[in-house]
């Protein structure tokens, strides 16, 4: 009599879905300006792109393939990871380049439910008994949804190396951000002490985000893929609460009152 062997248990293939926060190069024709111009933000802003994921965002230009592998070439002697290019035609596309990547987008939109006309669900209405005083029909209200933004609170203070990224709204931290250390959020950023490290806000294309600190001495702020660095800040604003904002393509900087 024989024994009827065990079959081995086969473990299942887990597939998942997860996104990350990948920052997004556009360049510019002449990519020799452009290059030098991310050549200054690297020098002083050290380190900025080690470890990123880069998504090349080359819409609309005009290129060939030779121009993109030289492109793609000058971004890794720089050390600028590109995982993936965006708006390319497949024409320009070869099998040793990082992979098309389509379907992105800034962030995860909130939507407000629509509400049913006349009310958020209307009831059968019943008749009225004879004799009975009929009800006073109530003034219709119109109901409003108000979309609360997500928001992160960090409550202790962010060390050197540390990076928090929260694409899907603020961020509020409450000690200090040290330099070394960065903060992107996809909305407003508020730092209750000095901000030393990086402040990147309206990662995901928020133009009306903004950057509030106690105590101004960053490496780096940023709104909506505009910056400045540690050398671009006016000097009057440094050791100084302030408020930065976007106006166009200008990035204001002005001292809060004590």
């Known amino acids: ?47 900025f792109f080690l470890g990123r994921p880069i998504v090349l965002d080359v819409a609309g230009l005009p290129i060939t393939r030779e121009q993109l592998t030289d492109l793609l070439a000058e971004l890794t002697k720089r050390n600028v990871r590109v995982m993936g290019i965006e708006g390319a035609l497949p024409s320009i596309l070869s099998p040793g380049m990082p992979p098309e990547m389509k379907g992105g987008r800034n962030a995860a939109d909130i939507e407000a439910p629509e ?39 960090i409550d ?21 951000v040290s330099s070394g250390a960065e903060v992107i959020a996809g909305g407003s950023i508020h730092v209750y002490g000095a901000l030393r490290g990086r402040a990147l806000a309206g990662s995901a294309g ?39 904002w976007l106006d166009d393509t200008v990035l204001r900087t002005v001292a809060l009152a004590n």
């Open 1 to 47: 009599m024989k024994m009827t062997e065990a079959l081995p248990t086969r473990k299942a293939v887990r597939l998942r879905g997860r996104s990350f926060l990948a920052l997004v190069l556009s360049p510019e024709l002449p990519f020799g300006e452009w290059l030098t111009q991310l050549d200054d933000l690297a020098r002083r802003s050290t380190g």
């Open 115 to 153: 509400t049913p006309e006349g009310g958020a669900a209307a009831k059968e209405a019943k008749p009225t008994p004879a004799g009975a005083d009929a009800p006073k029909t109530p003034e219709p209200v119109r109901a409003t949804h108000v979309a609360t933004t997500p928001s992160l609170l």
């Open 156 to 176: 202790e203070p962010v060390r050197s190396g540390q990076s928090i990224i929260f694409p899907e709204g603020d961020v509020t931290v409450l000690g200090s």
């Open 206 to 244: 928020n133009a009306n985000a903004r950057i509030f600190c106690r105590k101004l001495e960053a490496e780096l702020i940023a709104i909506d893929g505009l910056y400045k660095t540690a050398e671009d800040i006016d000097p009057k604003m440094r050791g100084q609460a302030v408020h930065v």
